[in-house]
């Protein structure tokens, strides 16, 4: 019997289907023994004779049997030898038949993530490190050196000490740092008692979702808009309520039936895509809605810290008398997009309902990465270095705006702001931007459809042009690329 298990251990064998090789064996040996082919009780061949006939080390074959013996599918019997598991009932869920064979009835995704695949169809085209991919800083003008220095001092100082640090808010002298910083730059009124730290805006975003919507709420957002706010509307199952934006942000006044409107989520200092901010009558008139309706204003500044025409602008949360806004904010564009690392300054009476919440969420964002922001803040790094970009994302800015004057006078049009890290440009004739996203990135040219901001069939058609992580013989490179397309 040895003999005949050797042969059926021996037929359809192939060492080179998944490595490392005792995995292979692992995974050989135990499909033999679901699907039936080597039956309970039979007696494995020693290993020795294994190694040799598979062409195997001893400590290979050791390795896949004792593992095979710690699942439960082998048995070892003192004196006797090792032998297929008797003791438990095949799963006739596990045949021979390659999986494509059977009518599987494996459950579907849910609602949600059907809609998640649909809105991330078209996300990101082409590479996110190539002109003009909108997320890219400038990763070249980085202190990583003393990013690095930084993090191994924390960890060396206090490593022991960090690795036990649990609180759901995130760490404390990071988030008196940023009051601190909120304050002067964006005139935000907070302790750090009622920041918490966050993966990103993006999770802000999420988090906010979580604890203060219901399924079917209405969630106003401003059309253009960023699509990760779509994305969060349809994960919590709210309906998100378009409303168009002028040159004054948002146009409240086209919202008709508002009475059951749960949140309005705007970008005040700079819609995201168009650049627009959001004049102070409308942020006035927004307050006094929100007030009467009993609606959550969650002021997304996540383009907030590069303006580069005019002094900073003070944030809506500096104008709110009631504590119904939520701040959300981020690293990603002044320290690194991989930082994931974000913030949301929170109404006092809302702090214990979004710390129950990220406590089951994910605990907290890991904390020697804000122990090391705390010491990049701490040493006067995160100003300079915002100071240091704020100009050379101007030149970037302005050598792109000259180019695209210069080349494209004829088809694009620039749409005017006054800060940001990318532009929006228009289609001055009808190209539908998806198609052309497409077609610039087989081309080594990356840039986002404008037409995919917006929620409405009121779409402008364009590109929106990131600046930021690209020097000026990569942008013109790119811009000659663009221009031959256009002229094809
Ligand atoms: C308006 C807006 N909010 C939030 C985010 C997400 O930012 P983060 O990288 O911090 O998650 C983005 C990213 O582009 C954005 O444009």
């Known amino acids: 019997l040895p003999d005949l298990v050797l042969g059926l251990l021996l037929s359809e064998w192939d060492s080179k289907k998944e490595k490392p090789r005792y995995k292979a064996l692992y995974s050989h040996i135990r499909q033999l023994i679901l699907s039936g082919v080597l039956d309970g009780g039979c007696q494995m061949p020693p ?17 896949a049997l004792d593992m095979l013996q710690g699942d439960g599918f082998l048995i070892s019997r003192q004196g006797a030898g090792v032998f297929v598991n008797d003791n438990f009932q095949k799963p006739e869920f596990i045949s021979t038949h390659a999986p494509e064979d059977i009518d599987l009835q494996v459950p579907t995704v849910s609602k949600r993530a059907e809609k998640w695949l649909v809105l991330a169809q078209d996300r990101h085209v082409g590479k996110n490190t190539q002109a003009f991919a909108p997320g890219r800083t400038a990763l070249d003008e980085f202190p990583f050196d003393k990013w690095a220095r930084l993090l191994s001092r924390r960890w060396r100082l206090s490593g022991k000490k960090l690795a036990m640090v649990e609180d759901a808010m995130g760490y404390l002298p990071l988030r008196a740092h940023l009051a ?27 988090v906010i979702s979580r604890v203060l919507w219901e399924g079917g709420d209405r969630i106003v957002v401003e059309d253009p808009s960023f699509d990760g706010i779509a994305g969060v509307i349809e994960g919590a199952g709210a309906q998100l309520q378009p409303v168009p934006i002028d040159q004054d942000g948002i146009m409240l006044e086209t919202l008709e039936d508002g009475h059951d409107v749960k949140s309005f989520i705007v970008t005040p ?38 303006r580069f025409d005019g002094p900073p602008l003070t ?5 709110d008398q009631d504590g119904r806004v939520i701040y959300i904010g981020t690293f990603s564009r002044i320290v690194f997009p991989a930082l994931r690392l974000g913030f949301l300054v929170l109404p006092e009476k809302l702090v214990p309902a979004f710390c129950a ?6 605990g907290h964002a890991s904390i ?9 803040m701490e040493e006067g790094a995160f100003t300079s270095h915002l100071r240091r970009m704020k100009k050379m994302y101007a030149q970037r800015r302005s050598f792109l705006t000259q180019k695209i004057e210069e080349m494209f006078h004829d088809t694009l049009e620039i749409v005017p702001a006054d800060g940001g890290l990318h532009l929006c440009v228009f289609f001055k004739q009808h190209f539908n931007d998806v198609v052309f996203c497409v077609i610039l990135a087989d081309h080594g040219v990356t840039a986002r459809p404008l037409s995919l901001y917006y929620r409405t069939k009121n779409k402008r058609y364009g590109l929106v042009l990131g600046f930021a992580g690209y020097h000026e013989k990569e942008m013109l490179d790119a811009l000659h690329k663009i221009k031959k397309i256009i002229h094809s």
Not at 50 to 61: D, Q
Not at 300 to 306: I, T
Not at 357 to 362: L, R, V
Not at 368 to 376: C, W
């Open 315 to 319: 944030s809506l949360q500096s104008l």
């Open 368 to 376: 020697l990465h804000q122990a090391a922001l705390a010491d990049f």
């Open 47 to 63: 290993s020795r004779l294994l190694a040799e006939r598979l062409n195997l080390s001893r400590n290979t074959v050791m390795q």
């Open 357 to 362: 919440a990220k406590s089951f969420i994910d």
């Open 269 to 306: 200092s700079r819609n995201y895509p168009m650049g627009v901010t959001m004049s102070l009558q409308r942020r006035i008139e927004l307050l006094r809605r929100a007030r009467s309706l009993g609606a959550w204003v969650v002021e997304d500044d996540f383009d907030c810290d590069f």
């Open 180 to 206: 601190d910083h909120l304050s002067s730059t964006r005139g935000v009124r907070c302790h750090g008692d009622q920041i918490m730290i966050v993966s990103g805006a993006q999770q802000g975003l999420d």
